[in-house]
């Protein structure tokens, strides 16, 4: 896959469902709220708008499938650590990330945490990250809005966040400018 031709959204999950009725693999993103999940993928399948974004977090609310190609799924879920939705809908829905990351039955084939690269992991993230690598999945961290850093700081905040990461591999990515999208379509690939 050298590039997505062919991209369409299929459905919203809020239950417990992951499953699809053509049973193709899926991919998973996962972020802090106002991190870029929704941005990335509208940049990796060339579209502005079919995902919809947001300046303001808490956009996306349910787990979104988007038919890649017709041969898998990018799954754009709800971000955590939104401040400004109620506690018990912030709570719910955590709850819900991480009954998918721990019990469902239908797993993704990767894990794709998308991040701010200027903020670096949070604490939210860690602990995500701790969840899903004691559930086996695979995870790849995407560092995203490397456009708001100048080079050099850009360099400098990858390999932290890298050091950080340890054995998960980071990639620096722009949705603005689309920086890192061939290296983040093949590995998109290379878990399928
Ligand atoms: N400069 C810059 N801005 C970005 C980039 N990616 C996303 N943004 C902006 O960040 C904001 C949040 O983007 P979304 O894609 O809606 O973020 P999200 O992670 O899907 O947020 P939730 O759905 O609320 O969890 C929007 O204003 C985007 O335009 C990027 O690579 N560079
Ligand atoms: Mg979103």
């Given amino acids: 896959m050298a590039k997505i031709l062919k991209s369409e959204f299929i459905k919203g999950v809020i239950g417990d469902d992951y499953s699809t009725e053509d049973g193709l693999p899926h991919v998973s993103f996962f972020g802090r709220s106002n991190a870029g999940k929704s941005s990335v993928i509208n ?75 200027k903020v670096g992991l949070t604490v939210l993230d860690r602990d995500m990250i701790k969840i899903i690598k004691e559930n086996k999945h695979n995870i790849v961290i995407v560092a995203n809005k490397i456009d708001k850093l100048s080079q050099s700081v850009a360099r400098k905040q990858l390999l932290s966040i890298q050091k950080e990461a340890q054995d998960i591999p980071v990639l620096g990515y722009s949705a603005k400018t689309h920086k890192g999208k061939d290296e983040l379509t093949q590995t998109i690939a290379s878990f399928l």
Avoid: H
């Fill in 43 to 117: 940049s990796l399948v060339g579209k502005k708008n079919l995902v919809k974004t947001s300046k303001l977090p808490g956009k996306t609310r349910e787990a979104n499938f988007f038919r890649i190609d017709d041969s898998f799924f990018l799954v754009d879920f709800p971000g955590y650590g939104y401040a400004k939705c109620s506690v018990s809908e912030r709570n719910k829905m955590i709850k819900r990330i991480l009954w998918y990351v721990e019990f469902s039955n239908v797993r993704p084939q990767a894990i794709f945490l998308i991040i701010d690269a």
